[in-house]
């Protein structure tokens, strides 16, 4: 079983989770995903190790409050623990060679873009990191953006942090002003990374996306996870889940994405029925 070390709430719909993994902790990587499941019931679902502490054997994992499972995993405490952690899954993001980076990460996204701009940082890259939120309420691991970045820029929709836009508006900004990057890497809604790699294509320079598709059992046997890659059936979590935005159908991975949404939101409904009632 898989120990909660510790826990906490980065805003009112987002939280970290340190969870005592030793085996995953030892051979995770930035833009690695693992398989949780909250208990013996319950459905598997994939998230992103937001960091690691290979000396203390543990993995940090953050997820938004969205549908019945992370709703569960949100009503459990400090020293409770986890039915499955399994992983490290999926191909770690390619960071060789870099010397200077955009990092753009839209929402929750943020979660998986941060272990890739301190990668980067560590391996001494410059990084201009470019975060987006709604609001102010919204803003998440803002003081761990900046210790891992040459260049911090904070956007908001309404302007209530840092700047009023989107990221597309500072990446453009930053790129018209006369930065030049090695490759920009995306991470956060799909329609969001759509639009980065619009951008990015009319200025030549290479993107790569993190896809977070529908996923069951991570190992590619389900093909639930399938993406359309440069005309080619792909799987996120053996293939991916980062790939080439420019080569990515966005449209398609929208379309199936909203597939279940009503599914979704029933189960979650219902979940949180329960535990208004007392029944676990």
């Not at 990374?193 to 896809?211: A, G």
Request: with cysteine; charged share 25%; hydrophobic share 40%.
């Amino acid at each position: 079983m898989f120990e909660i070390v510790s826990m906490r709430s980065l805003n009112p719909t987002v939280t970290e989770m340190e969870i005592y993994a030793p085996l995953v902790a030892k051979k995770a990587q930035a833009g690695q995903f693992v398989i949780v499941r909250a208990t013996d019931e319950g459905e598997r679902i994939p998230l992103t190790v937001a960091d690691y502490d290979r000396e203390k054997g543990t993995v940090k994992i953050i997820f938004q409050i969205v549908g019945a499972t992370t709703y569960l995993l949100n009503t459990l405490k400090q020293g409770d623990k986890l039915a499955d952690f399994v992983g490290p899954l999926g191909n770690p993001t390619e960071t060789a060679g870099l010397k200077k980076v955009a990092v753009v990460g839209g929402g929750v996204g943020c979660a998986i873009a941060y272990p890739v701009a301190k990668k980067l940082h560590e391996q001494g890259a410059e990084v201009h990191s470019v975060v987006g939120f709604r609001n102010k309420d919204l803003v998440i691991l803002e003081d761990e953006f900046k210790a891992v970045s040459d260049k911090y820029v904070l956007m908001s929709d309404d302007g209530t942090a840092g700047e009023k836009g989107l990221v597309t508006d500072a990446l453009k900004k930053l790129i018209e002003s006369g930065e030049k990057y090695d490759e920009v890497i995306a991470i956060g809604p799909v329609i969001m990374m759509k639009f980065v790699c619009k951008l990015t294509k009319e200025y030549d320079i290479k993107t790569v996306v993190s896809m977070n598709p529908i996923m069951i059992d991570g190992t590619g046997m389900c093909g639930g996870c399938r993406l359309t890659v440069g005309g080619k059936v792909k799987f996120a979590c053996v293939d991916g889940p980062d790939f080439d935005g420019h080569q990515v159908d966005f449209d398609e991975a929208m379309s199936r994405g909203a597939n279940y949404k009503e599914w979704e939101r029933h189960k979650y409904e219902q979940t949180c029925n329960l535990f208004k009632k007392g029944v676990k």
